[in-house]
């Protein structure tokens, strides 16, 4: 039998849940406002993880400078407007969006941690960021409401967070300190998110009263899977393979979301979604000479990944 490669096989399953949870969590947010959402999340996160690193983190952790672009960055920036994008866009729009991280990572790895950008690379980006851009302006093409076209932004910005945390976090994270350094990035975005709280609970107080069986969902989802699991496993990874590599991972995203999007939320593809996501996965296949949108082939191969 051929030897799994875990750390491959946990990219696999974070990404497996975080394409799951485009559908998923804009469902949630038609019953209970994003930033509570966000806070509650990270606050359930930070508990349940708090017991198993309680005697190996210390206060002393908060000084690296890494750990807080990492935390900021791919929490309280990415999961603020990707929250407020899902209000705006669709779920469709919204994977295919995030899945040009990637090739931004590329562009980033080789500025920040120089790692050795090739000229089909930037090509391949250039192709796959007409490709969002296609995406981000097809509301217009289709006649849809403006308030899409903003979303689609939204989401644009949600996606740059994520690209900085995953270059920051090739800076400090360990397989040792993985879980810990997940403890505390819960931590200080639950700490972000605590004015938000406040603010949406003044703006209707109500809004605890009225939770149904979608906000029990999105909490339960975004706490235990979402956040718990996808980012333990997922920093796990990180600290044992490359920043692009980790990236690439991102194209199974779409494959959970188009699989839930379009039964529970009645999402259509259209022709602009289309060839949006054909320049946005042909700019992967020239970046990569291979479109990389199933990378189980990664999952069993041994060696430097």
Known sequence: MKKINYPILALIIANLIWGASFPILKLSLEN????????????????????????????????????WVYALAGITVNILFFFLALQKTTALDSTIIASSGPVMILIGSGIFLREKVKKKAVIGTLFALAGVLLIIIQPILAREPNSQILGNLLMVMATLGSVVSTIAGRKFLTAKNAVGMTFWSCFIGMLTFLPFLFTEFFADPGWIARIDYRGIIGIVYASLLSTVVAYTAYDWALAKVSAYRTSVFTYIDPIASVALAIPLLGEKITLPFIAGTILVFGGVFIAERRVQYHPLHLLFKSGKI
């Open 32 to 67: 209970i406002p994003p930033l509570s959402l966000a806070f509650i999340r990270f606050l359930i996160a930070a508990v349940i993880l708090y017991p198993f690193v309680h005697r190996s983190t210390q206060y002393s952790d908060l000084k690296n400078k890494w750990l």
